[in-house]
């Protein structure tokens, strides 16, 4: 295989389940192929609406016939001896424990969480074409903060300027908020591929203690 097929397979996004099938995390497929070889994960397939378990070394057998009769439904990583396919979930074995994970404040994020739509306008842009526009401008004592902060595009950023949104006649189309679980996640979803992660993480968000 090309490397650069190599690289796209193994930056594949994999979801990590605990020994309680609670989600907790996405991480690469590289990492996934890692805790698998080491025997510290098993993969979850989804097949015809159930779901099996499988080793490493089962896996690797299972990917044999899935290359011979549906390889459109997976990524592949190929070595000089075999084609593996890049699970979708992985079962942790040896931890139980769900850590508690604040959604990190980062640009990307927000950007996930507003769906990459100005605020303001309601227009969906290139992330490139986005700012982040602080709703009570800093200037005013407004803080970087969740419910402080959303995207917004050049025009509607210049339009409002050092100014609260009352100020400048403009209104938002929803109000911020700090999300409960990672909006990148939802990003994921909404490909073809990922579809077999929203059991667990459905079960994740009703699941989870409240405090």
């Not at 990190?104 to 969906?124: E, L, P, V």
């Not at 403009?170 to 979803?189: A, D, S, T, W, Y």
Request: one cysteine or more; glycine letters at 4%; proline letters at 4%.
């Amino acid at each position: 295989m090309e490397s650069a097929q190599l690289h796209s397979g193994l930056d594949c996004r994999v979801l990590v389940l605990n020994k309680h099938y609670m989600a907790l995390r996405i991480i690469c497929a590289r990492r996934a192929f890692s805790l698998l070889c080491r025997e510290q994960a098993e993969v979850v397939a989804c097949e015809e609406g159930a779901y099996a378990n499988y080793d490493f070394h089962m896996w690797q057998q299972v990917s044999e016939a899935k290359r011979t009769f549906e390889s459109h439904k997976y990524d592949w990583v190929s070595t000089v001896h075999l084609d593996i396919a890049v699970p979708r979930i992985i079962r942790l074995l040896f931890y139980d424990r769900l850590p508690r994970q604040s959604v990190k404040f980062n640009r990307r994020n927000i950007f996930a969480r507003d769906g990459s739509r100005c605020q303001y306008c309601g227009r969906k842009f290139p992330t490139t074409e986005l700012s982040l526009d602080h709703i009570v401008p800093r200037t005013l004592g407004g803080k970087s903060t969740w419910t402080n902060i959303v995207c917004a595009c050049t025009a509607c950023n210049v339009k409002k300027g050092g100014r609260t949104p009352d100020q400048a006649g403009m209104k938002l189309i929803q109000k911020p908020e700090k999300p409960k679980r990672n909006p990148v996640i939802g990003v994921h979803l909404s490909a073809d591929r990922y579809k077999s992660w929203k059991q667990f993480l459905d079960h994740a968000y009703w699941s989870v203690e409240l405090t």
